[in-house]
C-alpha cells in the first residue's frame, strides 16, 4: 500500500532539547525520502534522501534513512521557538510521479 | 524572485458555483503539482503534471479538473464544488518531479458553503 507514517503526530518540548521525528513508508518501486518543513503557510523543503545511511545535514537538522527498515528520522538539536512548525516527510517512487506525504508532526518548542 | 504565485489566497463561494484556483511559476520547471491539506490527513496529492499536456491523477482527483497549456501555468477547476472540498490547497513545482525540491506557492484558503 502507498502509506506513509509520521510519528509522534504532535510533541511539546523546551528550548534546548533533542527531537527525533520518525518516518516509515511502505514501499513499492521507492526512489526518495523528503522532509518538509511547514510553519504558517506554504511547506518548505529540509532533505531530501535517496541512499541508506548516508546522513544529510543542516545546521542543528539532520536526517538519515534506512532502506532496511523502511524508515527515516529527523533530528533537531538545541531546539529553539523558531523550530516550532509541522514536519512532513513524503516518498516519490520511481515508477510515476506521485508524491505520497505522511500526516505530519506538529514540534511545538516552549521558551 | 524565482516563485509560484496562486490566487486567490482566500476564497468562500456556494456549493455548485464553478471556480478556478491559478498557479504559475517562473521557474521554467516541468513538474507542476495541486495538494489539499485537511486537519488529521496531511497533504494529499490532487493531480500533477510531468509537462505541458500531460496531467495525471493524485490520490484525491474526483471533484477536480487540471490542465497544462502553458509550461508556466497549471490551474485548478472545480466545476461544481461542494463542501466536502472545503480545504487548504498548494500548488507546487520543481525541474523534473517530485523526487527533488519542490517549491510551494503560499495556499489556498476555499469554504464552499
Known amino acids: 500500500e502507498d502509506k506513509v507514517v509520521q510519528s509522534p503526530l504532535s510533541l511539546v518540548v523546551h528550548e534546548g532539547d533533542t527531537v527525533t521525528l520518525n518516518c516509515s513508508y511502505e514501499v513499492t518501486n521507492f526512489r526518495s525520502l523528503l522532509w518538509y518543513k511547514q510553519e504558517k503557510k506554504a511547506p518548505t523543503f529540509l532533505f531530501m534522501l535517496?541512499?541508506?545511511?548516508i546522513e544529510k545535514k543542516s545546521g542543528r537538522l539532520s536526517s538519515i534513512l534506512d532502506k532496511k527498515e523502511l524508515s527515516s528520522i529527523l533530528n533537531i538539536t538545541a531546539t529553539q521557538t523558531g523550530d516550532s512548525a509541522i514536519y512532513l516527510c513524503a516518498r516519490g517512487t520511481g515508477s510515476n510521479y506521485k508524491l505520497t506525504f505522511g500526516k505530519g508532526t506538529l514540534l511545538t518548542v516552549n521558551p | 524572485e524565482a516563485q509560484v504565485t496562486q490566487n486567490p489566497r482566500y476564497l468562500i463561494t456556494v456549493t455548485g458555483k464553478k471556480l478556478t484556483v491559478t498557479c504559475s511559476q517562473n521557474?521554467?520547471?516541468?513538474?507542476m503539482s495541486w495538494y489539499r491539506q485537511d486537519p488529521g490527513l496531511g497533504l494529499r496529492q490532487i493531480y500533477y503534471s510531468m509537462n505541458v499536456e500531460v496531467t495525471d491523477k493524485g490520490d484525491v482527483p474526483e471533484g477536480y479538473k487540471v490542465s497544462r497549456k502553458e509550461k508556466r501555468n497549471f490551474p485548478l477547476i472545480l466545476e461544481s464544488p461542494s463542501p466536502n472540498q472545503t480545504s487548504l490547497y498548494f500548488c507546487?513545482?520543481?525541474?523534473?518531479?517530485?523526487?527533488?525540491?519542490?517549491?510551494f506557492g503560499s495556499g489556498t484558503q476555499l469554504s464552499v458553503l
Open positions: 521557474m521554467n520547471h516541468e513538474y
Open positions: 507546487a513545482s520543481s525541474l523534473e518531479g517530485p523526487n527533488e525540491k519542490l517549491f
Open positions: 535517496t541512499s541508506s545511511g
